[in-house]
């Protein structure tokens, strides 16, 4: 690699970043992990700038959750991200401060009890077909799905100021029942058990991200799947009927506040 770092603080020599691999020993578990460092080919000494030493040490901290068994901070990004959770949105379903989550995803090295709080925030890879309904959730593809609830309606689900009341309805009956007849939701989404029926989880961080959504980005809708919105419009079609009928649900009925509700209920939905 090129020099960047010209003089050797001993030997006056010019200085070269270099990539190694390095062990060590960190809270009693050996790691590995990969450094960068300017190195003087005569004297080998190694010297770092503050960004560098900023990064090994979360490289460090990461090596060592891997190795720990405990989630990395990009993986708690990856996990956060891939359930459309904001940080907030995390925090908050935890029962932690948002500087929790910044830290651990800066670097921060969680506790066991904390690890084990995060991986059943994000319901971890054994319930995510239970609660996203075999399909990764798509903001896309909920905006299609909208839209085209809306052509068969003929009047808009989604209004200034809305908390999708009515539009989470229309959404969790299309889910629910393209699962209990396909085998898989038709966005991916997962909803919980409010005092006003089911909902999207986390709909708070998420409706300005779907109203935001380009529905022509989403996966197209199939034939059997536009059949099924057919189906659920033409049994409510004023959002008030849909409203109601979800509250006469067992699924939802049957659950504490804010618990999920599992797709694996699917096959229980009386309204359709």
Not at 122 to 134: M, R, V
């Amino acid at each position: 690699m090129a020099a960047l770092k010209e003089y050797c603080p001993v030997c006056n020599k010019g200085m070269k970043l270099t990539a190694m691999n390095k062990n060590m020993v960190f809270r009693g578990v050996e790691i590995n992990y990969k450094d960068h460092a300017y190195v003087c080919p005569d004297c080998k000494i190694e010297v770092g700038t503050t960004e560098q030493t900023a990064k090994i040490q979360k490289t460090i901290s990461d090596a060592y959750r891997k190795a720990a068994g405990l989630l990395t901070g990009e993986e708690i990004r990856e996990n956060r991200n891939r359930f459309g959770l904001s940080q907030k949105a995390l925090a908050d379903k935890m029962t932690v401060g948002i500087a929790s989550i910044k830290r651990w995803e800066g670097g921060i090295i969680q506790s066991k009890s904390m690890d084990k709080a995060l991986r059943n925030a994000f319901w971890n890879s054994e319930h995510e077909n239970t609660y996203t309904g075999n399909r990764k959730f798509s903001i896309s593809r909920v905006k299609l799905v909208i839209k085209y609830f809306e052509e068969l309606l003929k009047r808009h689900l989604l209004l200034k100021g809305d908390k999708m009341l009515f539009a989470a309805k229309y959404l969790w009956y299309a889910d629910f029942v393209a699962h209990r007849e396909t085998g898989k939701s038709m966005t991916g989404a997962t909803y919980a058990a409010l005092p006003y029926g089911p909902q999207f989880n986390n709909y708070r961080e998420l409706i300005d991200l779907i109203k935001k959504a380009n529905g022509k980005e989403g996966e197209p809708l199939n034939l059997e799947e536009k059949n099924i919105l057919e189906r659920i419009t033409k049994v409510f079609p004023a959002p008030r009927k849909v409203y109601d009928a979800s509250h006469l649900e067992s699924i939802w009925k049957k659950r504490t506040i804010g618990e999920i509700i599992p797709y694996s209920d699917s096959s229980e939905l009386k309204g359709l």
